[in-house]
């Protein structure tokens, strides 16, 4: 298997050194986007969604349960034979929730597929974050997630839901713990849409993604 060049202490600090540069301006770019991101407007949210969760009905204003902001990671509705491994994966990145909580923020996993699949799901995979099931409303169609994966972001004034903010695709990417990881090793995600040294270990996107239990 291919691998970097070996160099010199000095050689190699000298690259880390200039490439430290490019991820610092980087950081800078991302903490703009955010101070941006903080400045969007806001869309009321309909008041009449009926989610089905572990306690029965629930609204959306239920999901804050009892904080300000809230996040939904919108999990795909594969049918009955199939869970999206992308998404299963995104969720079991997701850490303790307390961290979230200590600054008002809630978050749950919403989906179109019923609520005894997805607990099923939840059960099998041993993730404790929220789960509700957004079958039978438009949820996801309002939230712009259709029948795709989204996570999205939502506040509230203490009487109605508003959404902020919205990401799909590898704006959600940006946030998995493992790739993250990954994209400090030398070897990357090893995807094939990676700008990647030839010789570099690649397989096409989606193909080696399971359940953490298939592996």
């Keep these: 298997m291919a691998l970097p060049e070996v160099v010199s202490r000095a050689q190699w600090q000298t690259a880390r050194d200039a490439l430290l540069v490019k991820e610092k301006e980087a950081t800078r770019a991302l903490d703009d986007l955010a101070a941006q991101r903080r400045r969007l407007p806001m869309v009321r949210m309909p008041a009449d969604y009926a989610f089905d969760g572990p306690d029965g009905k629930a609204s959306l204003r239920d999901l804050f349960e009892g904080r300000d902001q809230l996040v939904v990671y919108q999990f795909m509705d594969n ?115 990676e700008d990647s040294p030839l010789g570099w270990p690649q397989t096409e996107p989606y193909s080696w993604w399971r359940l953490h239990d298939e592996y």
Aim: glycine fraction near 10%; aromatic fraction near 12%; charge should be negative.
């Design 79 to 193: 049918g009955p034979d199939d869970i999206c491994s992308g998404c299963a994966s995104f969720t079991d990145n997701v850490g303790r929730l307390e961290h979230l909580h200590a600054r008002g923020t809630s978050y749950a996993v919403v989906s179109d597929m019923p609520l005894d699949q997805l607990r099923s799901v939840r059960t099998r995979m041993e993730w404790t974050v929220p789960v509700y099931s957004s079958r039978g409303t438009t949820f996801s169609a309002d939230i712009g997630a259709g029948r795709g994966f989204a996570l999205a972001v939502f506040v509230t004034d203490g009487v109605d839901a508003y959404q902020t903010y919205l990401t799909s695709d590898r704006g959600v990417d940006r946030l998995r713990f493992d790739f993250n990881i990954l994209d400090l090793t030398p070897y990357g995600r090893q995807e094939s849409w």
